[in-house]
């Protein structure tokens, strides 16, 4: 079982600035990709950013040049630094990551709890 505790969501004015973090924890061997979506109301879920273990990263349109993701990989978490934020950010953020587990080296698909974003004057 592999467990995700996010944090770092609220309310922020526009133009303001959030950080979200992501830890995993539980039976983990590796982890490859790390990544962050977002839902908002009536809307389907939709990449925001990802990273590789090798630390590659790729954003959406929407988000590049104002978000940053990032990984300690020692502490198996994942960030999200968000800058310049707009109206249009306002959404629930979902953490994603992507690994193998010890047992047979299965892979795991990991989805965390959500944390709500709203970007409101």
């Known amino acids: 079982q592999v467990q995700l505790v996010e944090s770092g969501g609220g309310l922020v004015q526009p133009g303001g600035s959030l950080r979200l973090s992501c830890a995993a924890s539980?039976?983990?061997?590796?982890?490859?990709?790390m990544g962050w979506y977002r839902q908002a109301p009536g809307k389907p879920r939709e990449l925001v950013a990802v990273?590789?273990?090798?630390?590659?990263?790729d954003y959406a349109g929407s988000v590049k040049g104002r978000f940053t993701i990032s990984r300690d990989n020692h502490k198996d978490t994942v960030y999200l630094q968000m800058n310049s934020l707009k109206p249009e950010d306002t959404a629930v953020y979902y953490c994603?990551?992507?690994?193998?587990?010890?047992?047979?080296?299965?892979?795991?698909?990991?989805w965390g709890q959500g944390t709500q974003v709203t970007v409101s004057s």
């Open positions: 994603n990551v992507k690994g193998r587990i010890p047992a047979g080296w299965s892979t795991f698909d990991a």
């Open positions: 539980g039976s983990i061997y590796s982890i490859n990709t």
């Open positions: 990273i590789t273990s090798g630390g590659s990263t």
